[in-house]
Structure formats: structure tokens, C-alpha cells
């Protein structure tokens, strides 16, 4: 009979689940209130610090005013970062609308210089045209020849 089983009847030892039990200190909290609707905060507790950040800059995307904490024991916390939501918000609309207006005057400016540049073809076009015509000798233009116009108006009649 085996002597470090309690239970000979039992066949297998149930051993404790390996791990640490401590109390875990290193939490992290992230609050998140709104404008909207501030007397219903979200609030979230991690032991991860890249989560916790993770999730404060979302809540911050989303236009909350953000608190990040650390656990320090005895249900003390200690403010890490506070981020300002609307803020954000609107410095990223700002930079977005300042993007936009740039690729527009790009844009209008490169529409522009290609007018121009079809303008001075064109010209050059014409120039080269009225440069052959000029430099043709002038037709000898018989009467015989000409063309009778093809209706009256009304004045020559």
C-alpha cells in the first residue's frame, strides 16, 4: 500500500493547481465617462499595462475623457495618464480637414498647370499652322473660279 496517498481506494492524487496565489498588485484601471451620459462611466480593470492602454486610447478615439490608473494595494490607485477625449477628437478631425483641403489645392493646381500646358500646345499648334500659311505663296484667285454662295440672305435680295 502506497503510504503518501490518503485515500487507497482513489485512484489518482488531485494536486492543487500550480501557480501564484498572491494577491496580484499590478492592475491597471482604465475610466471612460462621456458627455452624453457622465453619470455611467466604463470602467475596466486589466493586470495587462498594454491592454489598459490599448483600450484608454479607444475609449479616447471615441470622444470620452479617459483615466488611467495603477493598482498600488489596498485598493489605492494611482492616476498614470489622463487622456481628453473630445480634444483628440477634434484635433484629429482638424488634421483630417487640413489634409483634405491640401489634396484639393494639389489638385486644382496640377488641373491648372495642365490647362496651361494644353494652352501653350495649342498655341504652338496654331503658330506652326499660321507660320506654313504665311509662308505659302498667295493663291491666284480667278473669277471663274469662285465659289456662288449657296443661299441669299434676306438683306440681298
Known amino acids: 500500500m502506497n503510504r503518501s496517498s490518503k485515500h487507497p481506494d482513489r485512484p489518482y492524487r488531485r494536486r492543487a493547481v500550480p501557480g501564484d496565489h498572491t494577491p496580484n498588485s499590478r492592475g491597471y484601471r482604465v475610466t471612460a ?11 475596466r480593470t486589466t493586470p495587462d499595462k498594454a491592454m ?4 484608454a486610447r479607444e475609449y479616447a478615439e471615441q470622444g470620452a475623457y479617459v483615466i488611467l490608473e495603477e493598482h498600488r494595494g489596498q ?12 480634444a483628440i477628437v ?32 495649342r498655341l504652338a499648334a496654331e503658330a506652326t499652322t499660321h507660320a506654313r500659311a504665311l509662308m505659302s ?3 491666284i484667285v480667278r473669277p471663274e473660279h469662285r ?8 438683306a440681298q435680295r
Open 33 to 43: 465617462s462621456w458627455d452624453a451620459r457622465p453619470d455611467r462611466p466604463a470602467i
Open 90 to 121: 477634434a484635433a484629429a478631425r482638424a488634421a483630417a480637414e487640413a489634409e483634405r483641403r491640401a489634396t484639393e489645392q494639389a489638385a486644382a493646381e496640377e488641373a491648372e498647370q495642365l490647362l496651361a500646358v494644353r494652352r501653350r500646345r
Open 75 to 86: 485598493n489605492q490607485w494611482r492616476t498614470l495618464r489622463e487622456l481628453d477625449g473630445p
Open 147 to 154: 465659289q456662288r454662295a449657296r443661299h441669299i440672305t434676306g
Open 52 to 55: 489598459a492602454r490599448r483600450i
Open 137 to 139: 505663296p498667295p493663291a
